[in-house]
């Protein structure tokens, strides 16, 4: 690795232009002026940062002020890491891990929020910083008219499709309540809306614009694309979200998008457990495929910890792991009582489970399961049943799912 004296400080809002310059490069892409209007209303002074080579901006990076459902159900401050990008000549010579230090030691001291979560470009970036997979996302693919299961409830309230001014007040409103009880949806403010619903023409990929279906419980936003080949139609209905509030008005919804005329194939990209998989008559025509989710870094474990709910009252000694935020490193009591609320406190007593920050943070959602990690030889029991009782104490109400990129 050569050596540079790389420095780091919070951007202004007039240095967005060269930050956006690097972000752009760094991803490939010549969209400068769509995402510099982003930007803009994204920006939170003090929480963007720049790393600099002399006077040259070489890496970029922020922290958005995001709130997170966690197990409970909670709705609890997540700092939400964005933005992170290098220059194609500065790589490799320690800029990103300047700024995951300068970022998680900024939260630490100023008792900023207790974890961090980010959407990781490759699964290889994240891990050194302490970051663990806590959630995944899955692609389905199904097939126009896939039937619904016999005695499948469905609403006698029509769908009707809204143009989008009218639609997306409908859509907020519905977001909001459904929102705070599903693990790993964000609480969406202006800046969120505004990414989710981004409609400009270059980002289409050569589909429709968005097209809102409302139902007076929950709501679809979808593109389509036509076309035919020498079976037929074989046009596409790309759904990007479907929130319901009620199981009926799920499946209403997804009838409506499920019999659009002149498609073929209807894809979604949703949690791994999503229950449109439960809807179809037919599971094993549903195509899914994998992919990493939420990434998340418990930034002080002891507050982090009590934020979240637990399945099952559990008493035991965790020797944590932390080579970054060394604070976190060493043994910590977690006692959680019969209501599912934790006390995390340091102790000397012996430790029933040896784990790095990386799994406290992939476990955190309670998406993924300790008894997987101590499977994969990644958390170490010190007590028989430890990592049993320590597993089920750590699932949420469900399988965490996060809509939003950031
Ligand atoms: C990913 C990226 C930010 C890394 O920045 P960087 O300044 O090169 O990273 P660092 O020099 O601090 O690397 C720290 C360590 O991580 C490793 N690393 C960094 N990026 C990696 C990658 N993409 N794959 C594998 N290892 C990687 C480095 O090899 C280094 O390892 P070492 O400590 O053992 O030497 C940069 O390559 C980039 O901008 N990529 C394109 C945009 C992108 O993917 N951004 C992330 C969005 S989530």
């Known amino acids: 690795m050569e050596s540079c004296a790389l420095t780091i400080r919070?951007?202004?809002?007039?240095?967005?232009?060269?930050?956006?310059?690097?972000?752009?490069?760094?991803?490939?892409?010549?969209?400068?002026?769509?995402?510099?209007?982003?930007?803009?209303?994204?920006?939170?002074?003090?929480?963007?940062?720049?790393?600099?080579?002399?006077?040259?901006?070489?890496?970029?990076?922020?922290?958005?002020?995001?709130?997170?459902?966690?197990?409970?159900?909670?709705?609890?401050?997540?700092?939400?890491?964005?933005?992170?990008?290098?220059?194609?000549?500065?790589?490799?010579?320690?800029?990103?891990?300047?700024?995951?230090?300068?970022?998680?030691?900024?939260?630490?001291?100023?008792?900023?929020?207790?974890?961090?979560?980010?959407?990781?470009?490759?699964?290889?970036?994240?891990?050194r910083f302490g970051y663990g997979l806590a959630s995944q996302t899955c692609r389905y693919s199904l097939l126009k008219g896939a039937d619904f299961r016999p005695g499948t409830p469905t609403s006698a309230d029509r769908v009707r499709e809204l143009p989008r001014a009218e639609a997306i007040p409908l859509l907020e409103a519905i977001y909001q309540k459904v929102a705070p009880s599903r693990i790993g949806w964000l609480t969406r403010g202006v800046a969120g809306w505004a990414e989710t619903l981004a409609d400009n023409a270059d980002m289409r990929d050569g589909m429709s614009s968005l097209r809102f279906a409302l139902h007076p419980e929950g709501y679809a936003v979808y593109r389509t694309k036509g076309g035919r080949d020498e079976r037929g139609p074989n046009g596409t209905v790309s759904v990007v979200e479907v929130v319901a509030g009620t199981a009926q008005a799920y499946a209403t919804l997804w009838r409506h998008l499920l019999d659009m005329d002149l498609a073929r194939t209807v894809d979604v990209r949703l949690g791994i457990d999503d229950a449109l998989v439960h809807l179809v008559a037919e599971p094993m025509n549903v195509v899914r495929t994998l992919s990493p989710g939420l990434w998340v870094r418990l930034v002080d474990l002891d507050r982090a910890l009590t934020t979240r709910g637990y399945r099952t009252p559990v008493d035991l000694v965790l020797q944590v792991g932390d080579a970054l935020c060394p604070w976190n490193a060493g043994r910590w009591r977690l006692h959680v009582d019969a209501t599912g609320q934790a006390e995390v406190t340091r102790t000397n007593?012996?430790?029933?489970?040896?784990?790095?920050?990386?799994?406290?943070?992939?476990?955190?959602?309670?998406?993924?399961?300790?008894?997987?990690?101590?499977?994969?030889?990644?958390?170490?029991?010190?007590t028989e049943g430890a990592v049993a009782r320590a597993s089920l104490a750590f699932l949420g109400e469900q399988i965490p799912s996060c809509a939003e990129v950031f």
Do not use: N
């Open 10 to 127: 919070p951007l202004t809002e007039a240095e967005l232009p060269a930050f956006v310059a690097v972000l752009c490069e760094s991803f490939l892409t010549d969209h400068t002026e769509l995402w510099l209007d982003f930007v803009r209303s994204t920006f939170e002074p003090g929480r963007l940062h720049g790393v600099f080579d002399d006077t040259r901006l070489v890496g970029t990076g922020q922290i958005l002020t995001k709130q997170l459902t966690v197990p409970g159900p909670r709705v609890t401050p997540v700092a939400a890491v964005s933005g992170v990008s290098v220059a194609a000549d500065h790589r490799r010579r320690g800029a990103l891990s300047l700024l995951m230090r300068t970022q998680l030691h900024g939260l630490h001291e100023s008792g900023g929020e207790p974890f961090a979560a980010l959407w990781a470009s490759e699964s290889r970036i994240y891990g």
């Open 349 to 382: 007593s012996d430790a029933d489970l040896a784990l790095d920050i990386v799994e406290l943070g992939a476990v955190f959602l309670g998406g993924t399961r300790l008894s997987t990690l101590a499977a994969a030889g990644r958390v170490h029991e010190l």
